[in-house]
């Protein structure tokens, strides 16, 4: 088992920045990636950026690459999320995620992830 724990949301203005982190701990051994996926009141969870555990390689939805970056420390099982430029579309509660069969091939789909931490409110004001 494995337990995130997410931390860093809150409200912004648009245009600001904010940074999201997500703490693993338990049997870290077994992950693969995390990621982070968001999901927008009356909207289905949505991917948002993953990195994979081995060799770093990242991997970023659409409407958030260039805007958005994630980081890791392997040392503390953790990972942070790094949100630039944001916009009102931005906000939706958080979530931290991760697996222990996650590869390029299934690193977007919601399915993929095993364990998911609490979530955190982005909330981007106009």
């Known amino acids: 088992q494995v337990q995130l724990v997410e931390s860093g949301g809150g409200l912004v203005q648009a245009g600001g920045s904010l940074r999201l982190s997500c703490a693993a701990s338990?049997?870290?051994?077994?992950?693969?990636?995390m990621g982070w996926y968001r999901q927008a009141p009356g909207k289905e969870r949505e991917f948002v950026v993953a990195?994979?555990?081995?060799?770093?390689?990242?991997y970023y939805a659409d409407p958030v690459k260039g805007r958005f970056t994630i980081s890791r420390d392997n040392a503390k099982n953790t990972v942070f999320l790094k949100m630039n430029s944001l916009k009102p579309e931005d906000t939706a509660v958080y979530y931290c995620?991760?697996?222990?069969?996650?590869?390029?091939?299934?690193?977007?789909?919601?399915?993929?992830?095993?364990?998911w931490g609490q979530g955190t409110q982005v909330t981007v004001s106009s």
């Open positions: 995620a991760a697996g222990p069969a996650l590869s390029a091939k299934n690193v977007r789909a919601v399915r993929s992830y095993d364990y």
């Open positions: 338990g049997d870290t051994d077994c992950m693969s990636a």
């Open positions: 990195i994979l555990w081995s060799g770093g390689s990242t």
